[in-house]
């Protein structure tokens, strides 16, 4: 089996697509959003054809330094993981990394978990992307993907089209303002840490190079009220960022549709509309979120949770302990 580093976009982003379950955390661009003083590294494992791939990128923090592999590696093989595994750990070594970290997309079942325990990996503990995703089947014709909603849904989509509601789609820059915008007044209901202005730009900016994500604006009487980033990537569309305000119109289930829509004239087969509440958590913050997403058919895939394959132990364990810190006072305690 042959280990080969890829350095052309289209050649990464054509071998990435080839395999069944992805997400864009692969693609190239994302490497690239993730690049700034950074280092990115990209490999495919090669048996007869690519039997694997991944994509990996230091990040330096003051609680220690990572190789941190996102929704990866993705295998055909038990051996092409095995290798992959060891070309990472010994990059991990190689770059003075305090751990591996991978946030694996791989079902959440005994056999994986026990794959990575096996190699010596732990859990980080830490929830880096979406684990417990919603995804929407766009197969059949247009009415059969609304008669797959909740009744709820359909009728307020329907609604919606009636409504004196306008979707756009954007790839202009400066209307990241909207998202940022709106994504503050999600984090003033549901009180988290957002993304800054200029990292929604830069993701926006980068994104949308060949045409492979579009922001998509929902004006009502209030103005503009909805914001989604969707990416679109061979046979899958993600519902990566969002925000919005309140609203009595269904400016939102419209807002999905019109996504829905164009996912499908790209060709796109399913729609992932990224994180949900874990089964069973009623009060979790995102539940109504949850529900929301819900309506629009299809299942909930529950992913591995990220691990760690510790370098330098004692490093390992003094980051572990700032990663129990909550954001906002971890930021306080490393500015001293």
Not at 103 to 119: A, C, D, F, T, V
Not at 147 to 154: A, E, G, I, L, N
Not at 214 to 229: H, Q, V
Not at 239 to 258: A, M, V
Request: proline share 3%.
């Amino acid at each position: 089996m042959e280990i080969k580093e890829i350095i052309d976009k289209k050649t990464w982003n054509n071998y990435l697509i080839d395999f069944d379950d992805y997400t864009f955390l692969q693609s190239w661009q994302w490497g690239e959003i993730n690049s700034n003083k950074e280092k990115v590294f990209r490999w495919v494992a090669i048996d007869g054809g690519v039997v694997g791939i991944v994509q990996a990128f230091t990040i330096s923090a003051k609680r220690g330094k990572m190789l941190f592999v996102p929704h990866g590696p993705l295998v055909k093989s038990d051996k092409a993981w095995e290798e992959l595994i060891l070309v990472l750990k010994n990059k991990a070594v190689e770059t003075n990394c305090v751990c591996l970290r991978i946030s694996p997309w791989e079902l959440r079942e005994e056999k994986n978990i026990k794959k990575y325990i096996g190699g010596g990996f732990v859990e980080s503990g830490v929830i880096m992307h979406a684990e417990d995703t919603w995804i929407v089947d766009l197969t059949g014709n247009e009415e059969e993907v609304m008669q797959r909603m909740r009744k709820t849904t359909r009728n307020l989509v329907r609604r919606g089209m009636r409504e004196n509601i306008e979707i756009n789609q954007s790839l202009n820059i400066v209307d990241a303002g909207y998202l940022y915008d709106l994504q503050m007044e999600v984090v003033k209901r549901n009180n988290f840490v957002p993304f800054s202005k200029a990292y929604l730009k830069k993701e926006l900016e980068i994104l949308c190079q060949d045409d492979m994500a579009k922001l998509f604006l929902g004006k009502g009487e209030g103005g503009i009220m909805g914001a989604a980033l969707i990416v679109f990537l061979g046979k899958y569309a993600f519902y990566y960022q969002s925000g919005s305000r309140e609203s009595k119109q269904p400016i939102n289930y419209l807002l999905q549709w019109k996504v829905i829509k164009e996912a499908r004239r790209r060709g796109c087969e399913k729609y992932n509309m990224w994180g949900v509440a874990p089964e069973g958590a009623k009060n979790h913050p995102w539940q109504g979120l949850t529900m929301f997403k819900m309506g629009f058919g299809g299942e909930m895939k529950q992913y591995m949770k990220s691990m760690d394959y510790p370098i330098n132990r004692w490093k390992y364990f003094k980051l572990r302990l700032m990663e129990k810190i909550p954001k906002t006072w971890r930021s306080r305690l490393t500015r001293r």
